[in-house]
C-alpha cells in the first residue's frame, strides 16, 4: 500500500508498504529517517517516541497505514520545530549534550521527544512531573540523573524556542 | 616580550606574536569536556550499527533451538529456500571452515552441530530482501528435533550419569576440575582456617542467590556484512572488542585477518554483553555466499538469546570473628552457572575467587569457586564480572556478624577494611590508595533525605514517591523505612597473566592555520565516553585544542577489550605514550627548525601548551603550527601495558593476578510497603576513589549508571529460566524489567581521588565498581525496614510478604 503523511513539515510518500509495516519501519527502513530507534518492538521502552498529530507515541506500536494524513514529528526534526536556524540545536537538544545525559545515545532520540513534549505543555516542571513524563522510556546507561539535569537545564534555560547560542560545534568545550 | 612582526604572525624566535607565556590547553584532562559523538546523538544522526543501510542489501535472520538440550535429527531447507525473496538459507553443513569459536575455550558452534545444548541456540540462517520475509522463511525450516535431559544446577549436572554436555574436553582447565561439567575451578586457601575457628567469638554462616541478569543494552545486536571484490569482507560493527572478533571470525570464513576489515559502528550500550560474538560470522557467511552486503538487526527477543548475560549464582559462607569485631576466618564456596557454553566463565571463576572476601583484611581463607556447564542460557562478562556475586553475599554475612557482635554495620566494616598495604586472600599486596574506611565514612556522612518525601505542602501525599506510585496502593500507611551500607572491591584491567595491550596512532600535523591531532584507536566506543577522555589526553599532551578521533577499525593493532573498567587505564596509557613520542619527533622537528633562534630549544625542558612550544619556565618558544607548516605529518604508533600480572595458583590461590583494585560504597535508602511487598528506593549514595577524575562529568555518569544496575538487580531484574526445561520465559522488556526513571531515586555521589601511583594520571577504573556494592546496599536497606533475612536477589514483593 502508499501512505502520505507529513514528516517533521515535509510531505512524504512511501509506497508498496506491507500492512504489517510499523510507522518505525517506514521511517527508518523507506524515508530514511533512522533517528527514532528501535529497541523493543513493543512500546516498553521508548526509544522510538515521535510525536503523532502533537501525541507522544511508540512508533513501534503504530501500524503504517494508521499514520496516513497525519503529522509527525521525529527526532529529526525538534530543531526545526524551536525554529532554531538549521545545523543548530533545540534547547532540549542542547541541554542534553551540555548535561552529560548522552552516554551510548540510543534512548537519547526518544527521550528528547518526550522531554521537548512535556516542556511544551509545562515550561517549569517539578522533579516528580519529570519523571512521571519520563517513565516510558528506558535509559540503561546513565542512571537518569543526568536526564534530570538535562531537562531542569532546559526548563532553566527557557524549554521552548531559544536559540542554540553555542552552535553545533560548541560541544567540545 | 617581543613585539614581534604582524608578518606571517612569527616572532624571530618563533613564538606567535603578542605572546610569550605559556598557558594551560583547554579540554584536557581533569575537566567535564562535553563528548565529542553528542551533538550527532541528540540530533539522531549518529550512526549505530542496526541504523547502516547499502544498496542491494539484504536482511538476515536466525533460526533458533526452541529446546535447551535436544539432538537434530533432521533440518530441511527446501521450502525456506523456495521462498520467494529468499537468496540464501546456511546450516551448519554449509560452513567454510571452522565451526567453533569462543573467547577462552572454543566450544560454541557457528550454528548449531547436530546437538542444540541450550533455548535459543542458533540453528540455521536466512537471507532474504525484507526482514520479515527473513522470518517467515526461518519459519519454514523443518528441524526434527529429540528432546533430551537436561541438566539445569550443580545436582544435576554431576549427578551420577548426568549427560556431558561437552565430552571430550581438551582445553587447559578439563584436566583441573572434579567433574566435565564444571567449566574450571579456583580454589584460594590462605592461613589456617581450623585454628582461627577455634578463637571465633562469632560465626555466622549463609546461603545467599543472585538471579541471572541481563545486560539489556538499548541497541540491540547489529551489524553489515559487505562482501569486497578480494573475496574478504568489510563488517561494520557494534561491538567491545574488535580484534577478538576478528581472531574469532576470520577462521570460521575460512579467510585470513587481512580479509576480514571490521569497522566499529554506533554502538547503544554494551555492559560485556557484546564481548562475544553474537551475529558477527553469521552475517559474513550470509554475505559471503550470497555475494551481497547483508544486514543483520536482532529485535529484543532475539537479543535476549544473542548474548551471555550474568552468571546466576548460589553461594555458601562462613564467617568468624573475634569479639573485638576483627574478621579471623572466611570460608566460601561460590557455585557459577556458566550455561551451555563456556565464554568468560573462567576469567569469572577467577574474579569470583579473588575477590571473595570483599575490601578486608582476613588472615584465614578457604574458598572454592567454580563455573557449571549447564542447559541454561550461556553466561559470561556482565559489568562486574563475578565480583558483583561474592559481594552480595559477602557483605550481607558482614551486616549479620555486626548484628551478632552488637555493632553499627559500617563501624564492624571499618574494623576490618583493607588499606594500602594490605595483603589479599591471594597473597598480593595491595600496593595503591584502599581507602576503604573512608569512602565508608563518606557515603554515611552524606546528609540524610528527609523523612516523609512523599508529602506534598497541602498535607496529602503525592502517590509518584511512595511505594507502587500511582497504583494508589498507599497513602504511606504501611510504609517503612530502611537504611543500608555496602563497599566493594573490583579488579581493574585483565587479570591471571593476560596480556593486556592496547595500541594507539596518534598524528600532529598542520591543518587550517593551526596543529591538528588526530588519534587512531580499536577501541570500542560504548557509551563509557572513552572517545571524549581520548581528545583530552592528546590536548593534555600535545598542548592542542582540536584532536580528531579517526574511527575505531582494524587497520590499527588491538586496543583489547572494552570492559574490565580497563579502556581509559590501558588505551589511555597507549595514547598518552604515543603522544609523548610525537611530541619528542615535533620537538626535534622545532629544533632543526628554530633552534639557532633561542637557546632554550638546546638546553631547556620543553612543552607543548596551548598550542605552542614552551620552556618549563613558560617561556615561549614558537607556536606549533608554524614548527608543523610545510612538514609532513609527525605520526607515532604506541602498544602499551600496563604492569604485568600471573595466573592463580590452581591449588592455592595465590599470586599477583590483579593489576588494580578499585572500590566504591554505598548507601541505600528505602521505604517499603510491607502489606504489599513494594519497595521504592528513595536515595543511593555513592563514594568512590576514582583516583583521578579525567572527566568528571563522565566519571559521575558512570557511577550513576552502574548504581542503577545494581539497584535493578536488587529488586527487579531477572532472566526467569524454567528449571525443569532449561527455556527462557521473559525474553522482553515487558517481562524483563529494568529500572524506569520512577524506580531510581536521586544518586548523590562523592568522588574521592587518590592517585595509584602505577597507573596514567594516577587514574582508577571506574565503571564496574559501583555496580557492585549497590545490590547489597539496597537489599540491606530492605532488610533494616522490614526485619527479613533476604538471602535472594532479585528480592520480589513475595519474598517480603511472607507468601
Redesign the interface.
Known amino acids: 500500500m502508499r501512505v502520505n503523511m507529513t514528516v517533521n513539515g515535509r510531505p512524504q510518500r512511501a509506497d508498496d508498504v ?1 500492512e ?2 510499523s510507522l518505525l519501519y517506514v521511517l ?2 523507506r524515508l ?11 512500546g ?2 521508548g ?1 522510538c517516541t515521535v510525536r503523532l498529530d502533537g501525541v507522544p507515541v511508540c512508533a513501534c506500536l503504530v501500524a503504517a497505514g494508521q499514520a496516513e494524513g497525519r503529522d509527525i514529528v ?3 526534526g525538534l ?1 526545526a520545530r524551536a525554529g532554531v536556524p538549521d545545523g543548530r ?1 533545540s534547547p532540549v ?2 541541554a ?3 548535561a ?1 545525559a ?8 526518544g527521550l ?1 521527544v518526550a522531554a521537548d513534549d512535556l516542556l511544551a505543555r509545562d515550561p517549569d516542571p517539578s522533579d ?1 512531573d ?3 513524563a ?15 539535569d538535562a531537562v531542569r537545564l532546559a526548563a532553566a534555560r527557557g524549554g521552548g524556542g531559544v536559540g542554540d547560542e553555542a552552535g ?2 560548541g ?3 | 616580550m617581543t613585539g614581534g612582526p604582524a608578518a606571517g604572525g612569527r616572532t624571530p624566535s618563533g613564538a606567535p606574536a603578542g605572546l610569550t607565556q605559556g598557558s594551560r590547553t ?2 584536557g584532562i581533569g575537566e ?8 550527532l ?8 550499527a ?2 547502516l ?1 547499502h544498496e542491494d542489501m539484504l536482511w538476515g535472520h536466525t533460526l533458533r533451538s526452541p529446546h535447551a538440550h535436544a539432538r537434530i535429527r533432521s533440518v530441511d531447507v527446501a521450502e525456506a529456500l523456495a521462498t520467494p525473496g529468499v537468496y540464501a538459507v546456511l546450516t551448519h553443513d554449509d560452513l567454510p571452515a571452522a565451526t567453533r569459536y569462543g573467547l577462552e575455550l572454543q566450544d560454541t558452534p557457528v550454528l548449531a552441530d547436530g546437538v542444540v545444548r541450550h533455548h535459543g541456540e542458533p540453528v540455521a540462517l536466512v537471507a532474504a530482501d ?1 526482514p ?1 520475509t527473513a522470518r517467515r522463511a526461518a519459519a519454514k525450516i523443518r528441524v526434527a528435533y529429540e528432546e533430551l535431559p537436561v541438566v539445569t544446577d550443580e545436582a544435576s549436572a554431576t549427578a551420577p550419569g548426568a549427560p556431558v554436555l561437552h565430552p571430550g574436553r581438551t582445553d587447559g582447565h578439563a584436566a583441573h576440575v572434579p567433574h566435565p561439567n564444571i567449566v574450571h575451578r579456583q580454589p584460594v586457601r590462605r592461613g589456617d582456617v581450623a585454628a582461627a575457628k577455634a578463637r571465633a567469638a562469632a560465626v555466622v554462616t549463609g546461603e545467599y542467590e543472585v538471579g541471572m541478569q541481563d ?6 545486536e547489529s551489524g553489515l556484512a559487505v562482501p569486497a571484490e578480494d573475496g574478504g569482507v568489510d563488517l561494520y560493527i557494534a561491538t567491545q572488542w574488535l580484534h577478538a572478533d576478528l581472531r574469532q571470525i576470520a577462521p570460521v570464513l575460512g579467510l585470513p585477518e587481512d580479509k576480514v576489515r571490521m569497522t566499529l559502528s ?6 560485556g554483553g557484546r564481548e562475544d560474538l553474537s551475529m558477527q560470522a553469521h552475517a559474513c557467511l550470509l554475505a559471503l555466499r550470497t555475494g551481497r552486503p547483508v544486514k543483520m ?1 536482532y ?2 527477543f532475539e537479543s535476549f538469546f544473542g548474548h551471555v548475560h550474568r552468571h546466576p549464582a548460589r553461594l555458601r559462607y562462613e564467617h568468624g570473628a573475634d569479639r573485638d569485631g576483627r574478621l579471623l576466618y572466611v570460608t566460601a564456596r561460590i557455585v557459577l552457572d556458566g550455561g551451555a557454553y563456556a565464554s568468560s566463565s573462567p576469567a569469572v571463576v577467577g574474579n569470583a575467587a579473588s575477590l571473595s572476601v570483599g575490601p578486608y583484611e582476613c588472615p584465614n581463607v578457604d574458598v572454592e569457586a567454580l563455573a557449571l556447564y549447564t542447559n541454561n542460557p550461556p553466561c559470561g562478562a556482565m559489568r562486574g564480572f563475578g565480583a558483583v556475586q561474592a559481594c552480595f553475599a559477602y557483605e550481607a554475612q558482614m551486616d549479620r556478624l555486626a548484628a551478632e557482635l552488637g555493632l553499627d554495620p559500617v563501624e564492624f566494616r571499618r574494623r576490618n577494611a583493607m588499606s594500602q598495604g594490605s595483603v589479599m586472600p591471594t597473597g598480593q599486596v595491595v600496593d595503591s590508595p584502599a581507602p576503604v574506611a573512608e569512602l565508608l565514612r563518606r557515603v554515611k556522612a552524606m546528609p540524610m533525605p528527609p523523612e516523609r518525601q512523599w508529602e506534598t505542602a497541602g498535607g496529602g501525599p ?1 502517590l ?2 511512595l511505594p507502587g506510585g500511582v497504583a494508589n496502593t498507599t497513602h504511606g500507611e504501611g510504609v517503612v523505612r530502611g537504611v543500608g551500607y555496602a563497599v566493594g572491591i573490583k579488579n581493574v584491567g585483565f587479570s591471571e597473566g593476560f596480556d593486556d595491550y592496547s595500541t594507539a596512532r596518534v598524528r600532529l600535523e598542520y591543518a587550517g592555520g593551526e596543529a591538528v591531532a588526530t588519534v587512531h584507536t580499536a577501541m570500542a566506543e ?4 572513552g572517545v571524549t577522555v581520548h ?1 583530552q589526553i592528546a590536548r593534555t599532551e600535545l598542548g592542542v585544542s582540536r584532536v580528531t578521533i579517526h574511527p575505531a577499525d582494524t587497520r590499527v593493532g588491538s586496543a583489547g577489550s572494552t570492559s574490565a573498567s580497563r579502556q581509559t587505564y590501558v588505551t589511555g596509557g597507549a595514547v598518552r605514550h604515543a603522544c609523548a613520542t610525537v611530541r619528542e619527533r615535533v620537538l626535534a622537528l622545532g629544533r632543526t627548525k628554530f633552534g639557532t633562534y633561542h637557546p632554550a630549544w638546546a638546553t631547556a625542558e620543553l612543552l607543548l601548551e596551548d598550542g605552542k612550544v614552551v620552556t618549563d619556565g613558560g617561556e615561549v618558544l614558537a607556536a606549533l603550527a608554524d614548527v608543523l607548516e610545510g612538514e609532513e605529518p609527525v605520526e607515532a604508533e604506541a602498544e602499551w601495558r600496563h604492569r604485568p600480572t600471573e595466573p592463580f595458583d590452581l591449588r592455592t590461590g595465590q599470586g599477583t593476578g590483579h593489576v588494580q583494585y578499585s572500590f566504591a560504597a554505598h548507601r541505600a535508602v528505602v521505604e517499603v510497603d510491607t502489606e504489599l511487598g513494594l519497595v521504592k528506593v528513595v536515595e543511593l549514595a555513592c563514594a568512590q576513589d576514582v583516583g583521578k577524575a579525567l572527566n568528571p ?2 566519571v ?2 558512570q557511577i ?6 545494581g539497584l535493578g538487580l536488587a529488586v527487579m531484574e531477572e532472566i526467569a529460566v524454567d528449571p525443569g526445561t532449561g527455556k527462557v520465559r521473559n525474553p ?3 517481562d524483563y524489567l ?5 524506580d ?1 531515586p ?2 548523590p555521589v562523592d568522588v574521592l581521588e587518590l592517585a595509584d601511583p602505577h597507573a596514567p594520571y594516577g587514574l582508577r577504573g571506574v565503571g564496574e565498581a559501583p555496580t557492585l556494592s549497590s545490590t547489597p546496599a539496597v537489599v540491606a536497606a530492605i532488610r533494616q525496614a522490614t526485619g527479613l533475612a533476604l538471602r535472594r536477589v532479585p528480592v520480589r514483593p513475595e519474598h517480603l510478604t511472607g507468601g
Not at chain 1, 134 to 148: A, P, V
Not at chain 2, 266 to 271: E, K, L, N, S, T
Not at chain 2, 704 to 709: D, V
Request: negative net charge.
Open positions: 506491507w504489517g509495516e527508518r527502513e530514511g529517517l533512522p533517528g527514532s530507534k528501535n529497541a523493543c518492538e513493543q516498553e521502552c526509544s521525529t527526532v529529526e530543531a540545536l537538544q542542547r542534553f549534550v551540555d552529560g548522552v552516554q551510548c545515545g540510543f534512548c537519547t532520540p528528547l516528580a519529570i519523571r512521571e519520563l517513565s516510558g522510556n528506558l535509559c540503561r546507561c546513565t542512571g537518569y540523573e543526568k536526564i534530570l553545533r560545534d560541544q567540545e568545550g | 583547554r579540554g567535564s569536556t562535553l563528548r565529542p559523538d553528542g551533538t546523538k541528540v540530533t539522531g544522526e549518529f550512526a549505530y542496526s541504523d543501510w525484507h520479515e545486560q539489556a543494552f538499548l541497541g540491540p554506533g554502538v547503544g550500550g554494551a555492559f538487526v529485535n529484543r503525592d509518584r514517591a560504548v557509551g563509557q565516553g581528545a562529568l563522565s559521575t555518569g550513576q549508571g552502574g548504581s542503577t544496575q522482553s522488556f515487558t529494568i529500572p524506569t526513571i520512577l531510581t536521586a544518586m
